[in-house]
């Protein structure tokens, strides 16, 4: 089976451009895991392509395509594709960049591992997605979407309240405000920033955790993973903690199995992200769902006795798996740590 891998920072396609710091971290630590993992399957053949300033994964027989400019990467994408049995794509929802790469390869009948458009663009798209929520009356944050300039001089909600970009990834570009003298700053200067269109809302209490499975691309069948505590340094991202053990757990269990049937097409590695009450008094608040490998897939390789390819790859024969009886803390830069 010939594989092609692609992660959209580590590929090429900003070449020449900075990288963003944190993203690029992320994105590199889940690239160079799921190679590795994926190498180890029987009868795999690995493609792959690199930017020119980074340095791909040390795996045997892996096959990279140098690129120095984002034309290149492009045609690659595409030529690499078309020639491949499966491809596998990690890209942020930023700016549409995922949805864009998962409709290329419908088109060109390649996206059997991968979630469909109409998945991609309903869970990427952070307004739908809230729309869905509201239809399915999953409890979620109060939503606004501020589509056209201007800016507006003051928010629809009470302070503190979030201001995000409508397709975003993660918290990257997303502004926590807390008083009015915050949002006329904000609003100032808001045409410079990766924003628009942009929402604004509420901000939910509760402790930041995802709960996330690997749906089998032939039988569609979930294989559900520990439910993980994501950690902050204020709204940078700093990784995780797997797994977690809080209140209403059966409870988030049944959220996340009526979030998968809420949105029909979802394939391979998926993450939800959650907001949970630690004492267990108000129930889950749903804020995301990630249609793509997320950087908590470090922790669970890491936690897994057993590789996850089989399940990624729609294997038919799959071996036991099991978990070590330990946790694991994890960060973006694709450090994991076992505690006992």
Known sequence: MKLYVTEYLCSGACAGSPFPDSLLDEGRAMWAALLCDLQAADGVELVTTCDTRLQPPAIPELQVHWVDNPAKERDLFEQLAQVADGVIVIAPELEGVLERRVNLLRDWGKGQLMSTPSAVAVTADKWKFHQLCRRESFRCPDTWLLADDPFPAAPPCDFPCLVKPRLGAGTTATYRVSSQSEWESLRSRHAELVLWPALVQTFEQGVPHSICC?????????????????????????????????????????????????????????????????????????????????????????????????????????????????????????????SR
Do not use: M
């Open 214 to 338: 690997i749906i089998d691309p032939q039988a569609g069948v979930p294989l559900w993973l520990p439910l993980g505590q994501q950690c902050y340094a204020g709204l940078t991202y700093t990784g995780g903690l797997i797994p977690s053990h809080v209140p209403r757990n059966r409870e988030i269990h049944n959220l996340a199995c009526a979030i998968l049937a809420a949105i029909p097409g979802l394939k391979g590695y998926i993450g939800i992200d959650l907001l949970v009450d630690p004492l267990g008094q108000a129930p889950p608040v749903v804020l995301e769902v990630n249609p793509r490998l997320t950087t908590s897939y470090l922790g669970y390789r890491t936690l897994a006795t057993t590789s996850f390819a089989p399940w990624i790859l729609g294997h038919e024969n799959k071996p036991e798996l099991n978990w070590y009886p330990h946790g694991v803390r994890f960060d973006t830069h694709g450090q994991t740590t076992l």
